[in-house]
């Protein structure tokens, strides 16, 4: 929404769209959140003390990815029903729907993560376990930040791949393919930090090397796609078949 | 329905605020691909214009283009005196398009509060059109589970939220039931007292019923923009349905209940009526077969 609307107006848009992508991608939110609560309970409750430090938090990413799908859902429809023609007439930047869909995409990662790590983390310490250091670095440096990094990517292509490409749906339409994508990030960081253990090479400050060049590509990925929004995305490609 | 548009305690409609719409040499399409070609006209009196022309023609490339969706490859697009892409424009425009354009997975009150937020129109506006458009029994049904005809009246109901100068009406009645059909165009006759309304349809007693001036579209090009009584038939063929047959009538040709006669023009009309009743045929009802839009798709 351009500056001239009022400003509850941008606001609302996007609380609405959270709202809506909830609703719309709730099969991806649930299966998400489910998916990886389950995970969560069963290494916590089931297994070693070393093994839910060491596994949950490399697969949190994957479900938040799989779970942040309601924003492009929301996106997908809104194109083919022409809603987002009508936001351009009223005055909506391309930007402002794009941001919308990001912004709505890490919200769907938070509530995923957020309870995934609650619960898991909360059945963990009730079986008796303490919350090692290990366990909050793996977290709050590894799998909080690439499951909204992975989500905010994956949000990204997902746009540029819905606008580009003619409507479809199923498992063949972007929607059904971008979670694929969307873990890429994520699947290639842990294969590079596990490469690394093998090699012997493994350390702190290596693992912290690698995740803050792998956040630092995937920023440079989304901001770089958003800012050029204008440029590559133009405004008939949001708008329903004529 | 009630055809008052705007409920009582509401502000009367003010005058249109200056508000023209000036197309100027406009080339515009898709990706580069023209579908428009150098269309230019000005529209500057509150009336109800019509936009006719075959599919494909290039009907709703015009309303997104005049609605400041498409930006034109060459010329420019002024409401008001100022290009279509200010927000000052936009905010005159209201923009129905040819796909009802509601959001899935929201209710319809909520669909038409989400529209409300966009436009900064209020919950009362809401109300209001729930009212004005008879969908309050619909209010609480998600979009997704409505009916096409449903779709397009809660559409058409976001149109009504607030007051705009201009309305781009891009096929507003195609799905309806006549009833509403009409009901819907006794609401844009209405505003079109002191409005400037762009109609598109493909159905031409309708456009004949609600326009005063026809814009027609021909492979991207403005190939007419007349006033719709100027625009007259190849030929005029005379139907007259009767309450009994008639002998006077042996000559005429038959279709359906209607005895045609081809005439030079309508002025011949009242003489042959008069000669007609002279004789004793009991006229229940006469009118003009062709419509003379029908030459604007041909």
């Known amino acids: 929404m351009t500056s001239s609307s009022s400003s509850e107006g941008p606001l609302s848009l996007l609380r609405i769209t959270v709202r809506r992508a909830t609703v719309s991608g709730r099969f991806f939110l649930v299966y998400g959140t489910g998916i990886s609560v389950l995970l969560g309970v069963t290494l916590a409750a089931f297994s070693g003390s070393n093994s839910f430090p060491s596994a949950f938090p490399l697969f949190l990413p994957i479900f938040g990815v799989v779970g942040s799908m309601g924003g492009l859902v929301v996106f997908s429809n809104d194109r083919t029903k022409g809603v987002l023609e009508y936001l351009i007439a009223y005055g909506v930047s391309p930007r402002r729907l794009f941001a919308n869909v990001l912004i709505t995409s890490l919200v769907l990662a938070s509530i995923v993560v957020s309870v995934a790590i609650g619960v898991g983390v909360g059945v963990y310490v009730a079986k008796g376990h303490g919350v090692s250091s290990y366990l909050a670095l793996a977290l709050g440096i590894y799998a909080i930040p690439m499951t909204l990094a992975s989500a905010a990517f994956a949000a990204t292509v997902g746009v540029y791949w819905t606008a580009l490409s003619s409507p479809r749906q199923g498992l063949n339409s972007p929607i059904g393919l971008v979670p694929f994508v969307g873990i890429l990030p994520a699947l290639a960081t842990l294969g590079t930090l596990v490469g690394l253990g093998l090699s012997g090479k493994s350390s702190t400050e290596v693992f912290l090397i690698v995740l803050g060049t792998a956040f630092g590509l995937i920023a440079i990925v989304v901001l770089v796609l958003l800012g050029m929004i204008g440029r590559l995305l133009r405004r008939e490609r949001l708008l329903s078949p004529a | ?298």
């Open chain 2, 1 to 298: 329905m009630d055809a008052k548009l705007w409920a009582s305690g509401l502000e009367a409609p003010r005058p249109i605020d200056g508000a023209e719409i000036v197309c100027r040499s406009v080339t515009a399409g898709y990706l580069g691909s023209q579908v428009l070609h150098e269309v230019s006209f000005t529209i500057d009196e509150p009336s109800v214009y019509v936009v006719l022309g075959p599919n494909g023609a290039g009907k709703t490339t015009l309303f997104r283009t005049l609605a400041g969706i498409l930006q034109p490859y060459q010329g420019e697009v002024l409401v008001g005196g100022e290009p279509v892409d200010r927000q000052t424009s936009r905010d005159r425009l209201h923009y129905l398009s040819h796909v009802d354009g509601m959001p899935d997975g929201l209710r319809v009150r909520e669909a038409l509060e989400f529209y409300a937020r966009v436009e900064r129109a209020t919950d009362s506006d809401v109300e209001r059109v729930l009212d004005q458009l008879e969908i309050r029994e619909l209010s609480g049904r998600f979009m997704a589970r409505l009916s096409a005809g449903q779709r397009k009246r809660v559409s058409i109901a976001r149109v009504f939220l607030r007051e705009r100068s201009i309305y781009l009406l891009d096929e507003p009645t195609t799905g309806l039931d006549p009833k509403v059909a009409r009901e819907i165009r006794a609401l844009i006759l209405r505003l079109s007292h002191d409005r400037i309304v762009l109609y598109s349809s493909h159905n031409l007693f309708e456009a004949r019923e609600i326009g005063r001036y026809v814009l027609a579209i021909k492979a991207g090009r403005l190939a007419l923009f007349d006033r719709i009584e100027n625009i007259r038939s190849s030929r005029f063929v005379l139907g007259i349905r009767v309450l009994e047959p008639s002998d006077a009538l042996a000559g005429f040709e038959r279709e359906g209940e209607y005895f045609l006669k081809e005439l030079p023009g309508p002025e011949q009309v009242p003489a042959l009526l008069g000669d007609l009743m002279s004789r004793g045929v009991k006229i229940r009802e006469a009118r003009e077969m062709e419509n003379p839009l029908e030459g604007l798709f041909t």
